[in-house]
């Protein structure tokens, strides 16, 4: 299940099990949406991205899902591993000269 | 190397002092990014160059913050008098070209700690 953490929201789930990371973005002319991940003490890493013409895009073992009618993105994982236990930032374009993040996610997984 | 390298890893000053942290981005790559990682937080937008273009300074929290991008290349985010809560990992990023068409490669950031 999910709990608010020290500062970030946290999702803690077991291995082999599916993990389903939320994020509501804020501008709704926004069209181009990624996820990326950072693990501890690296730079964020690119997972998967998704353009507003589309409401779901699939890579290895990652799903994305927009819903831009309630403004809402998010990143499924099957299978999670412990190498997936990291940070999730969901970024969105607006369309000025950069992204926006949210605050993102900690996922950990117990083996 | 083939990524965005970042220096120093880490750097610890005391209240009042300038630092300097130095960016060197993916080779061929147009548009650079500075962001600002304080803990447990999102990312904060601070600066963008593109090219020879005049950079993006919106993000940037106070005048003590500066920027610069020598021959399109190596770029160095300076903060002069540094305040405690300065204290966060500064991040570089760098892309292809704008966004929208292309992902953001990220270094593994530069620590600052302002005592």
């Known amino acids: 299940g999910e709990s608010v953490g020290l500062h970030l929201p946290t999702l803690s789930v077991q291995e082999g099990d599916n993990s389903i990371i939320n994020c509501a973005y804020s501008?709704?002319?926004?069209?181009?949406f990624i996820w990326y991940k950072q693990e501890s003490g690296k730079g964020p890493q690119f997972i998967i991205d998704i353009r507003s013409n589309m409401d779901k895009r699939q890579g290895q073992r990652v799903t994305v899902l927009l819903n831009k009618t309630v403004k809402h993105l998010s990143l499924q994982i099957a299978a999670t591993q412990p190498g997936d236990s990291a940070v999730y930032f969901c970024?969105?374009?607006?369309?000025?000269?950069?992204?926006?993040f949210g605050k993102g996610t900690m996922l950990l997984v117990s083996p | 190397g083939a990524g965005v390298s970042q220096s120093p890893s880490n750097k610890v000053t005391e209240k009042g002092k300038d630092v300097e942290l130095r960016c060197d981005p993916i080779s061929g790559h147009t548009a650079l990014y500075w962001y600002r990682q304080s803990l447990g937080q999102g990312l904060e937008f601070l600066i963008y160059?593109?090219?020879?273009?005049?950079?993006?300074k919106s993000g940037l929290p106070s005048d003590r913050f500066s920027a610069e991008r020598t021959g399109g290349s190596v770029s160095t985010l300076t903060i002069q008098r540094t305040q405690q809560e300065d204290s966060a990992v500064y991040l570089c990023?760098?892309?292809?070209?704008?966004?929208?068409?292309?992902?953001?490669?990220f270094g593994e950031g530069s620590r600052l700690t302002v005592l």
């Open positions: 970024a969105e374009d607006p369309g000025y000269s950069t992204l926006t």
């Open positions: 501008n709704s002319a926004s069209d181009y």
């Open positions: 990023a760098s892309s292809l070209r704008r966004l929208n068409t292309g992902e953001l490669f």
């Open positions: 160059f593109q090219g020879n273009s005049a950079p993006d």
